[in-house]
């Protein structure tokens, strides 16, 4: 396969997955896809997710919007689940990992409260989305990585550039 590698950003709400991906992409020339966001200009949405209070997005159709840039490589996608992406579009897979308190924090400072404040730190507790990635990805792409501090995150992108110029991934 030829094309540019495409890197998987994924976490639960608030880890840090669009922080750390648009500055990524700003530091690479990389692509920069949120997800979230591509759903909602286009109205790709299916549903209403009661338990996380957010709606479900349409997964064919953002499939099908993304297909001819993941095809030519070359992107990093933001989303808080990658297990219904075809599984060939991605060469690394980071799940960004955050202390319980700090998450709480920043859900709270965003003014997630209530259910969707408790489901969104259990979902991380559980490590559900890690869980959700090993079992989507193949073991050696899929790395977990603890993005609580700023530090944390220089760290982070420093690990995904070498991983990017030695293509290990
Ligand atoms: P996500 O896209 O995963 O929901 P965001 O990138 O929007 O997360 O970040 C959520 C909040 O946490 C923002 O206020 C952001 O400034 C802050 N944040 C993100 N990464 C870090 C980090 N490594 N250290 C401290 N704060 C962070
Ligand atoms: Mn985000």
Redesign the pocket.
Known sequence: MNRKPNIM?T????????????ELADRTGLKYI?VGELAKENNFFDGFDQDLVCPVIDEDRVIDEMEEDMNDGGVVV?Y?GCDFFPKRWFDLVIV?R?DNT?LYE??E??GYKGKKLRENIECEIFGTLLEEAQEAYDRQIVQEVK???????ED?LTKIQNWLEQRIC
């Open positions: 950003i976490g639960t709400p608030g880890t840090g997955k669009s922080t750390l991906g648009r949120n933001d808080h960004l955050t700090k920043r859900l400072k965003r993005n609580d501090t700023p530090d944390d995150m982070n």
